[in-house]
């Protein structure tokens, strides 16, 4: 992420009380709406994402990827290719694609 890039993130973020944020959400739907519908926030579908990986998420541990940043492809199939190997290559990068998924 370059300093123009971090500027404009550090402009666009609201920081709110934990608190204040719990008492409007009250459940993990309302959180996962409001990311993913409001906020714009890409997110696994409901039925696999975590509550631990949204707090990851507002919290900063974990990388926010924007709805409009999101590009989907389809991929034709490769013998040998496998999520490991994608991984794998993704672990040699540096800085940003591991931060994106969910911390275990």
């Given amino acids: 992420m370059d300093k123009e890039e971090q500027i404009n993130q550090a402009e666009s973020t609201t920081k709110i009380h ?6 409007k959400f009250n459940s993990k739907r309302e959180i ?3 990311l993913s519908t409001d906020a714009g926030v890409y997110l696994p579908p409901y039925e696999t994402c975590t ?7 507002l919290s900063g541990r974990c990388k926010l990827i924007r709805t ?4 989907h492809i389809s991929v034709p199939f490769f013998e040998g290719l496998s999520i490991k190997l994608m991984l794998k290559w993704a672990d040699t990068q540096p800085g940003e694609v591991l ?3 969910p911390l275990v």
């Fill in 18 to 23: 934990p608190q204040a944020f719990a008492a």
């Fill in 51 to 57: 509550v631990p990986f949204m707090k990851d998420l």
């Fill in 68 to 71: 409009k940043d999101v590009k």
């Fill in 32 to 34: 996962w709406r409001f």
């Fill in 99 to 101: 931060r994106a998924f």
